[in-house]
């Protein structure tokens, strides 16, 4: 998961603002089928497999907020509170 809060603002702003609806379809895509598969390996407690899935689809789209708060339960299962903070900065960033 790229940790840069800035470049995370920068694309949301794009996103809201300039970004044509095609590439938000195809990016949302992308990033919700990598969300997919971390939600499902959280299911199976498998929560290594399940952050590596859900920081892809950041890395994709990173204001994916379905992909942020699965992450969120993650990093608390596995008791990271320093990637939790990242976290739950961009979630609140979004209002969520």
Not at 65 to 71: G, P, Q, V, W
Request: glycine share 4%; aromatic share 10%.
């Amino acid at each position: 998961m790229n940790d840069n809060f800035e470049t995370f603002k920068v694309f949301n702003e794009r996103w809201k603002t300039s970004m044509p609806m095609l590439e938000k379809m195809q990016i949302a895509s992308q990033s919700d089928i990598l969300n997919d598969k971390g939600a499902h390996a959280y299911d199976d407690d498998d929560y290594q497999n399940a952050i590596v899935y859900l920081e892809q689809a950041l890395a994709i789209m990173p204001n994916n907020d379905d992909a942020l708060k699965n992450l969120k339960l993650c990093y608390r299962e596995i008791g990271n509170n320093e990637k939790l903070q990242l976290v739950l900065r961009k979630l609140n960033y979004l209002g969520i």
